[in-house]
């Protein structure tokens, strides 16, 4: 049995009172491409935090390429690439100085680090301000470099933190096309998204959060197959489905968190 | 749209409110926490220090107005309203570490009337401590100009008033067209070159008072006089010959016209420095774009991409960081124009009276105190290393380097930038004043060495611990948290105080090798306790990382 690449145990989180994330278990095998979907305030970017050693787990184990998070941060951190809920981004460098200096970070050397900046300016179609500031970048090009620093040392996990929130459909096919040749070259891509249709075309595999709790984790089909059986009988009115047809990830995704709204609300000053 | 209780033109008073009350939840919020408490401490120690400062001045300043204008010397009130006026526009660009600036661009998405903003602005301006403190200064004058004439009291406090709004105006006007030449590239160029020549003009001041000094007192009265003519048409004169005209008028006449032409003169100063604040203000609230975006160029092949730098004996992620830290700070019009003030301050003492000015009866301290103020002035950097840093503070989390490393890179840029300042400083010294001794600029340095690690190992800490995000592009909004300041002044307190023993007890000893000894003992001290809190630097990191990435990653 192949060891997982990301393996957490009974991972939880507490802010105060408030639990954000308990007992999530979750296992992501090398070279899948992982999907972790929930509505807002599930928990997913707090996951994705102590994932990457941005955030203290209150309790739980982490496992990362089968090294323990805790005790082997830096050894972690070296072999994962991260694009985080804020980017991470230096706004008062260019774009080639921040890739620079991200590479150097890395460990790379001096002329690596400045030949991958190059390659990875021009890929990310980001050469034609190269004076320009990060700071006056468009929301889009400024996710292109946060991608691009997180790979810039070749990482073996990459966990990606909403990256297609507010990225043109350009820019998200550039970014499908690095990510879809990772995981070809064998590479691991952890994400959260709140797009389900580019999480179902692009993941091989998916976990649901709600509430804190893991309350999904498996292949799309896996999922399918279970929410399927739970609902059997049900009207095609409540799953969302026409008989005969597969469900799509958004109807799985609103019958296990069970997202509804009532109708009736309505804010009668909008006119 | 009217019938869903929308105003379509929101009265500007329900405005000013709605600001005053979002700034008093934000205050009140901030309770919440420990530290948002600690800063409302540190905010009270420093409002008692500003209002006993102010009552103190008062007291002082309304003795002299007193005595000036009983004994009929109502000539001389110039010379108490110039310190008010130079303290009001200079105190918030020399202590920037006590000053705060508004964001336009969080008023702005709001259906702002232009009255409005400028008002808030303005508001924003009589918060200041300097506008306090000079403020309780005039109300001193006041009261004594009223004590000794009570006829006058009327006019000299509407004379006072407007001095008052000239000078929040002024202030005002230099802060915005300051932030507003700070922030590009070549506005800053031609700062600098004007800041250099006006450095380089003081040194006229040296030969001009040498070819009066050793002529006879009439020709030195001559030169006083032309002093005080000079000055007679500037907001400061203005104030002084308006009551000065009403104190000399003969009682009985109208006391108001004899200071009338002087004081509507220091009214149209008003109008003008209002017109150029709106002039700035009116830019802003239109949008004004200041990014330094360059054109966009098709570019064939891979682009041209420089190496790092490169320092030998240094790893990798240290250097860049160094890199990193140099490059944001030459980016930044507002912490470089920081960093230039000991030179001012030196040109400003230089110019203050005869001979080396304020430090003519102990010319060798110039230099060690302008390396002392230099250290001061490196507070918003040194004990605040991560707040220009805002998100970008995730990365050092995300990546593999040790915290030690990434604080050593920023130590080691702000060293650099500490000792270029030491550099100019004693140039400076050098050309306004006179070289200091061999002996004093080896102490001095002996004392930096002491100084300098323990300086940048509690800034480490203060860093970590009480983390302010600051905007480095924009002038007034550097500042760390008070409660950091406030340590930074004890801490360096301390050193300084104890490098004084160090110099007093090495003047005792006649044996060179024991004063090295003095001076260099605690220097290794210095370093091990600097290398020892550096080792801890790592896991103090790790277990405030929340705190740092949240007070950082928001705008306040």
């Not at chain 1, 909403?162 to 820019?171: K, L, M, S, T, Y």
Request: proline share 5%.
């Amino acid at each position: 049995m192949v060891s997982p690449t990301i393996s957490t145990e009974n991972l939880t989180r507490r802010f105060g009172d408030l639990v954000a994330v308990e007992d999530v278990n979750l296992r992501v095998a090398p070279g899948q491409f992982f999907g972790f979907l929930g509505p807002n305030g599930a928990g997913k970017s707090t996951t994705i935090k102590m994932l990457t050693g941005l955030l203290a787990p209150t309790a739980g184990r982490i496992q990362i390429l089968g090294l323990d998070l805790a005790s082997k941060m830096v050894e972690v951190k070296r072999q994962i690439g991260v694009v985080p809920e804020g980017m991470a981004l230096f706004g008062r460098l260019t774009g080639s100085e921040y890739l620079n200096f991200v590479g150097r970070m890395y460990g790379l050397d001096r002329e690596t680090a400045a030949k991958r900046t190059a390659e990875l300016l021009d890929f990310m179609q980001l050469t034609d301000q190269p004076k320009a500031l990060v700071t006056d970048y468009s929301h889009g090009m400024q996710k292109k470099l946060a991608l691009a620093a997180a790979v810039i040392h070749g990482p073996r996990v990459l966990f990606l933190d909403e990256p297609f929130e507010g990225v043109d459909a350009i820019a998200a096919g550039t970014l499908k096309t690095m990510l879809q040749r990772m995981i070809a070259r064998g590479a691991t891509v952890f994400l959260t998204s709140h797009v389900l249709e580019i999480v179902e075309r692009l993941c091989t595999h998916v976990g649901i959060i709600h509430r804190g709790r893991l309350v999904a984790q498996g292949s799309l089909e896996e999922l399918r197959a279970g929410v399927e059986a739970r609902s059997a009988g049900l009207p095609g009115a409540v799953t969302g489905a026409s008989p005969g047809e597969k469900l799509t990830l958004e109807q799985i995704f609103l019958l296990i968190v069970g997202g509804s709204r009532s109708d009736g609300q309505e804010l009668s000053w909008l006119g | 749209m009217q019938g869903n209780g929308l105003s379509l033109a929101p009265h500007a008073r329900q405005q000013l409110a709605a600001v005053a009350e979002l700034r008093w939840r934000i205050f009140a919020n901030s309770l919440r926490t420990f530290r948002g408490r600690l800063e409302l401490a540190s905010h009270i120690f420093v409002g008692l220090a500003f209002v006993a400062g102010g009552l103190g001045g008062a007291v002082g300043l309304g003795g002299a107005a007193w005595f000036v204008v009983s004994q009929r010397n109502e000539e001389w009130l110039g010379s108490l309203l110039w310190p008010v006026f130079l303290f009001w526009q200079l105190f918030p660009l020399m202590a920037t570490a006590f000053t705060q600036n508004v964001e336009s661009s969080n008023l702005l998405r709001f259906p702002l009337s232009y009255r409005s903003y400028f008002l808030i602005r303005l508001a924003y301006g009589s918060l200041d401590p300097a506008t306090a403190v000079a403020s309780l200064w005039l109300l001193g004058i006041d009261i004594g100009i009223g004590v000794a004439r009570p006829a006058v009291f009327p006019w000299a406090t509407i004379v006072l008033l407007t001095f008052a709004l000239v000078n929040l105006v002024l202030a005002r006007m230099l802060f915005a067209w300051l932030e507003r030449w700070l922030a590009q590239r070549r506005t800053r160029e031609l700062m600098g070159i004007l800041f250099f020549l006006f450095i380089l003009s003081f040194q006229l001041i040296g030969p001009l008072i040498a070819v009066y000094e050793h002529r006879s007192i009439p020709e030195t009265r001559i030169l006083g006089q032309e002093l005080s003519s000079a000055q007679r048409p500037l907001p400061p004169g203005l104030a002084a010959a308006a009551i000065a005209g009403a104190v000399q008028s003969q009682p009985g006449s109208q006391i108001v016209t004899a200071g009338l032409l002087p004081f509507l003169l220091l009214g149209c100063y008003g109008i003008v420095f209002l017109w150029l604040l709106n002039f700035r203000l009116r830019a802003e609230y239109r949008g004004e774009n200041l990014s330094e975006s360059v054109g966009r160029k098709a570019l064939i092949g891979l682009p041209a991409v420089r190496p790092g730098w490169n320092l030998p004996g240094l790893p990798g992620p240290v250097v860049a960081v160094f890199e990193k830290e140099l490059r944001y700070l030459s980016r930044s019009g507002p912490m470089l124009f920081t960093l230039i003030v000991p030179l001012f301050m030196l040109a400003v003492f230089r110019s203050s009276g005869k001979n080396e000015g304020l430090f003519a009866h102990a010319p060798q301290l110039t230099f060690p105190l302008g390396a002392a103020y230099s250290l001061l002035l490196l507070t918003n950097l040194s004990y605040n290393n991560f707040g220009a840093d805002g998100n970008g503070t995730q990365f050092f989390f995300a990546s593999p380097v040790r915290f030690g490393q990434i604080m050593l890179g920023k130590n080691l840029a702000h060293t650099a930038v500490f000792g270029i300042e030491v550099l100019l400083v004693w140039l400076g010294t050098c050309l306004l004043y006179r070289p200091p001794s061999i002996g004093v600029t080896l102490a001095t340095l002996a004392g930096i060495l002491f100084v300098l690690p323990i300086d940048l190992a509690a800034g480490n800490l203060f860093s970590i611990y009480s983390p302010s995000r600051i905007e480095a592009g924009v002038f007034g909004r550097q500042r760390a948290s008070l409660t950091t300041v406030l340590a930074s002044f004890a801490i360096r307190g301390a050193l300084f105080g104890g490098s004084a023993v160090m110099l007093w007890l090495s003047r005792g000893y006649r044996k060179s090798w024991m004063e090295l000894l003095i001076f260099l003992l605690p220097a290794a001290f210095a370093i091990v306790a600097y290398v020892f809190a550096l080792n801890r630097v790592d896991g103090m990191a790790l277990r405030h990382r929340e705190n740092l990435m949240s007070s950082l990653g928001r705008r306040q």
